[in-house]
C-alpha cells in the first residue's frame, strides 16, 4: 500500500520563483494602455486625445507579452526534461488547458449570444411583431425583417454572405486539418516520427490555407459586396465572429507550427506530450466553433 | 531547507507560494477597500442633504460608477481569492496551488488593472460616469472616453479571474490528499470549487460585452444600436448573464468561510453537510437562468417576467436549506462567542434580511415599483457588506492565529464587530424605507421627504467607515505585537490546517501529503 501511494503520489513539484508573471503583468498593462490610445488616436472620435504615439506602447506590451511567453514555456520545457513534472503534474497542465478551453467556448457563446437574440427576437420586434407595432410605425415603418439584414432599420445596404463557395471549402479544410492532425497524433503515440512530423506540418499549412481565404474572403466582402462592420447587427456578428474565431486560428496555426518544429527537434515521447496535445484540443476546438459558425452564421 | 524562503522584495515579485500570494490578494482586497469605501464616503456626504453640497452631479456618477466596480472586482473577489490561495491547499493536503506561477499571474494583473481604471480619473472628462452596470448607450454613444481604458481593464480583470479560477478547481479535482474524498472535502473548498466554475462560465461573456462596447464605441458595429438592428436590451441581457453568477461567485465563498466557523463555536459538526454542498450547486446552476430580473422592466414579454420571476424565487429553496443548516448546527451547540463567531452569527441573519428584500425584488409586478431605488441599494449592500464582507472578516479573525502565529485581541475585536454591527443596520436599513417611498438610486440630489432617512444612512456610514479603519489597526497590531497562539486556538476547529500544520503554518506545507482516514 505504502509503495503504491508513493509511486501515485509523488512529490508534486513546486516551482522556483519565477520572474515572468510580473513581466506577464507589465506586458499586459502596457498592451492595455497602449491599445486603448492607439484606438482612440486612429479612429478620430475622441478630440481630447490626438497624438500618435498609442500603438509605442501597443507594441512594446505585445514585445514583453511574447519575450515573457517564450520564456516561460521555455523554463517549462526545460523542467520537463529534467523530469521535474510527475504523472499528477501533468495531469494539472491537462485539466487547466481543458478548463481554458471551458472559457473560451464561453466567450465565443456571448457572441453567438448576441447573434441569436438580435436575430430572433430584436429583428421581429423592430419590424413591428408583438406589442412594437408602434416603435415599428413611428422609428422605422419601412424597415422588414429578413436575414441576412441587408438593409438596417437606419437603411443602411449590404449583401448577405453565402455559404457554399469559399465558406464551404474552408470548412472541408477545416476538417480535413484536424484529421490529418488526429494522424499525427496517432504517430505521436505511436512512435512513428517522420509522419508525425509530416501530418502536423500539414495540419498547420491548411490552418495557413484557412487563414489566406478568410482574408480573400473580406477582401471581397469589404470592396465588392459593401459587407463591413458597420453594415448593421448582420455586418456586426459575420465579422466579429468570423473575426474572433480567425483571431483563434492565428493562435492555433502558430501552436501547430511551434510543435512541428519541436517534433522535428525530437521533443515529445509516446507517452509525455502534454504542450502537443494541449495544441490538438486547441485545434479541435477552434474546428467545432467553425461548425457552429458554418451553419449560423453563414447556412442559416 | 525545511522552512527556507526568498527574502526582500523578489520574494513577493516572483514568488510561487500560495500563502504568500494569498497575503497579497488580501492587502490589495483591503486597498481597494478602502479606496472603493472613500468613494462611499464622498456619495454619502453629498447625500446627507437635500440639495447639492460637495460634488457636480457628474463627479457624483462617477464615485457611484467606481465605488461599484472597485468594490466588486478589487474589493470583494480578491478578497475571496486571497482565503482561496492560503486555505485550499492547506484544506486538501496539497503543497501548494496546482499551478503556482500562473496564480502569481493571475494576482499581479490586479494592480496594473486597477492603475489602468483609476487613471481614468485623470483624462479629459473624467472617469466612467454610467454606474457599474455599464448600460449602453450611457456606456457607448454617450460614454466619457476613458472608458475604453475600463473596458481594457475589465479585460485584464478577467484574465485574472479566470486563471485564478481555474488554478482552484485544478487544485481540487487533482491535489488532494489520498482519503480525501469529494465529499469529505471542507465546506470552504466546495463552495470556492463552484465559485470557480461559475467564474470561468461567466467572465469571458463579461469580456464579450466590454468587446462589443469597444467596436460599437469605435469600429462602427451596432450590437447595441437599434438603428442597425441590434438592440440597448441587448447589452443588459448579456451583462446579467455574467451579473447574476456574479454575484453568487461573491457571496459563495462566504457562505464556506460561516460553514466552517458556526461548527467550530457550536462544537458540533455541520448540520447536513451533504444538503450544503447539494444546495450551494443548485443555487450556481439556478444563477445562470435567472438573470432578466434584472430587467423587468425593460419591456419583456410577459412569458419572459413569468419564467425570470419564478426561477429567480426557486433560489430561496436551496438558500433556506443553507440558513436552516447554519441555524441547526448552533440548536443545542455549546456555543461561545469569540469574535470569527460574532461576525458569522451576524451573517445568517443579516444575510437573511438582504435574502428576503431579494424575494421581494423577485416578484414583477412589485419590481416595478422597486426598480432603481435605494430598495434595490439596501438589498444588494445587505447581502455584500454584512454578506461577504462580514464573511471575509469573520475569516480573517478566525484564520488568522494559523497565518501569523497571533492571535487578535478579543476585546478589541468584539468592539470592532459591534461597532459594525451597529453602523451597518444604520447605513442601510432606512434605504428600505426610502426606496419603498420611491428615491431614486443614483442621483446626487433627492425630495425632502426622505432627508430623515439619508440623514440616518450618512451618520452610519462614516461611522461604518471609520471603524473599517480600527479593523486595519488590528490587524497590524495583531500582526506586530499580538498574543502568541497555541496550535490550535479554538478548541472546537476541525480540518487538516488545524489539525496536522503547526500554528503559524510554514512556509512549505504538505510536502508530503498527509493521510486522510
Redesign the interface.
Known sequence: MSTETKEKYEKYYVPEQSPWPIVGAIGLFLLAFGAGNFIQQSTDKVASNDGSWGWLFLALGLAIIVYMLWSWWKDAIRESKQGLYSAQMDRSFKQGMMWFITSEVMFFAAFFGGLFYARALVMPWLAGEGNNAMTHAILWPEFVAQWPMIVTPAGETTEGMGAWGLPAINTLILLTSSWTLTIAHHALKDGNRNALINYTAISAALGIIFLALQVLEYHHAYNEMGLTLGSGIYGSTFFMLTGFHGFHVTIGTIFLIVMTIRCAGGDFTAKNHFAYEAGAWYWHFVDVVWLFLFIFVYIM | MADHH?TGI??W?????HKDIGTMYLWFSFVMFIVGGSMAMVIRAELYQPGLQFVDPNTFNQMTTMHGLIMVFGAVMPSMVGLANWLIPMQIG???M?????N??S???L???F??LLLSFT???GAPNFGWTFYAPLSTTYAP?ST??F???V??MG?SS?MG???V??TV???R??GMTLMKMPLFVWTWLITAFLL??????L???V??M??D???????FD??????PV?FQ??FW?FGHPEVYIMILPAFGVVSEIIPAFSRKKLFGYASMVYATASIALLSFIVWAHHMFTVGM?VAGELFFMIATMLIAVPTGVKVFNWVATMWKGSLTFETPMLFSIAFVILFTIGGFSGVMLAMAPIDFQYHDTYFVVAHFHYVLFPGAIFGTTAAVYYWMPKWTGKKCNEKWGKWHFWLSMIFVNLTFFPMHFSGLAGMPRRIPDYNMMFAGFNELASIGAFGLGLVQILFLFIVIKTVRSGEKSEKKPWDGATGLEWDQIDTPAPY?TF???PKVS
Request: net charge neutral; charged share 10%.
Open positions: 526568498p523578489k520574494r515579485l516572483f514568488t510561487t507560494n496539497a503543497p501548494d496546482a499551478l503556482p506561477r500562473m502569481n499571474w494576482f499581479w494583473i494592480p496594473f488593472a492603475t489602468l483624462m479629459p472628462g472616453p475604453d481604458f473596458i481594457f481593464g479585460h485584464m484574465i479566470i479560477a481555474i488554478n478547481i485544478v479535482f487533482n491535489m490528499a489520498p470561468i462560465m461567466v467572465m469571458p461573456v469580456a464579450g460585452a468587446t462589443m469597444l467596436t464605441r469605435h469600429f462602427g458595429t451596432s450590437f437599434a438603428a442597425g438592428g441590434g438592440d441587448m441581457h448579456i448573464f414579454p512549505h510536502d508530503t501529503p
